[in-house]
């Protein structure tokens, strides 16, 4: 007898077309990516609002792949082939697929700002879609405007069935073409790549999209949207190496990067200059205000300067190199364009003195020096912060 069963459950699988369990792979496939993702992304150094965002976003894509499987599965006849084990699967399918959608949007526009969504964006990103979602597929359920199931229970797409796809791609629409224009600017040279995988993010799940409306039998939405969940994961990381957590400017170690890379190209041209940046009297503010304080001291300062870079319009790099100290790299450039940005720099430090936004004033200390005589790392770090210091002391002196 249990020879015949296990002949019975051989002749069954045996008898399930190709396509059929090549679906079904695939989406295993990706679920199993989807839970390494979610493992691993416990271990990195996400900040708190895009870890939740990001396992967020992989959850609805795995609950997506999972009840389109399904879906499929029950139409195939896998699995008892009932109006509710059909109906059931397209609606979580739908649903998720909006809700997958609006957190990826807001998760790029996180990576985008280096800082969590304001409350307005995340009521435009998740309760108005959310709520539009859940109308349409309440209308649905008694119109069949969305998809139905005729009297042979075959799935039949609605008259208003695009305006799903239509949801989707306005939330992720306005993040990618903000990112895309901004990979062509060279004040955003410094983030290019940040602005780069946001950017292609989209291009595959949208590709699959079109597929999925015109061949619905194959495997592709789901597959697009966990390859290029894979690809901008693989990104995340490679940018969480080099960037500085707390300000979301790039490290000691890639502008060191940046730097070698340089010296490489245009090291006998002596236009490559470092502007070395200091906060005066730092120590103060954290001895009078606290830690935090300093911490948003620090914050605000890598704002002030990241305008001020940005502004020039030059291929330049920013970054914080520890502690309250500011490195900019300025390949190209002369030394006119130098004295200008730092110019620029206190300026634009003094102007946010000026708004009455912190109970203390924030006082920089600029040193400048370039690879007019050496072409080695080293000796123009040092150069650039004996400068620095000779300015700080000269403050330290006329405020003494």
Known sequence: MMNCMFASKAVHVASVPYGVLLYIEVALICLA??????????????SKFEEVVFTTALRMTALYVLSDALWFAADKSLLPRTYWVLAAPKYVNFFSGVLMCSMWALFFESRRVHAPASKRLIILFTVVPIVAEAVLLLVNSQTGLVFFFDSTLSYVRGPLFLV??????????????SALLRVFQDKYYSERETYLSIATFPILPMACGALDV???????MGPGVVISACVIYSTTLQELVSRDPLTGLNNHRQILRDLESALK??????????????IDHFKSINDTYGHLEGDRALIETAT???RAVNTTGARNVLARTGGDEFLVLMPLATRWNAEQLKENILRAIECYNESGKSEYRIGLSVGL??????TSIP????????RMYSVKEAHHRFTH
């Open 214 to 220: 015109l061949f619905p039998s194959l495997p592709c």
């Open 265 to 278: 190209v245009h090291g006998q041209d002596g236009m490559i200059w470092l502007l070395m940046i200091d």
């Open 164 to 177: 799903q796809y239509c949801i989707c791609y306005c939330l992720i629409g306005p993040e990618w073409l």
């Open 369 to 374: 020096s370039n690879n007019g005589t050496t």
């Open 304 to 306: 002030v300067l990241k």
């Open 379 to 386: 000796e123009m770090l040092s150069a650039a912060d004996e």
């Open 33 to 46: 990516l989807i839970f390494v993702m979610l493992f691993q992304i416990r271990r990195d150094h996400l």
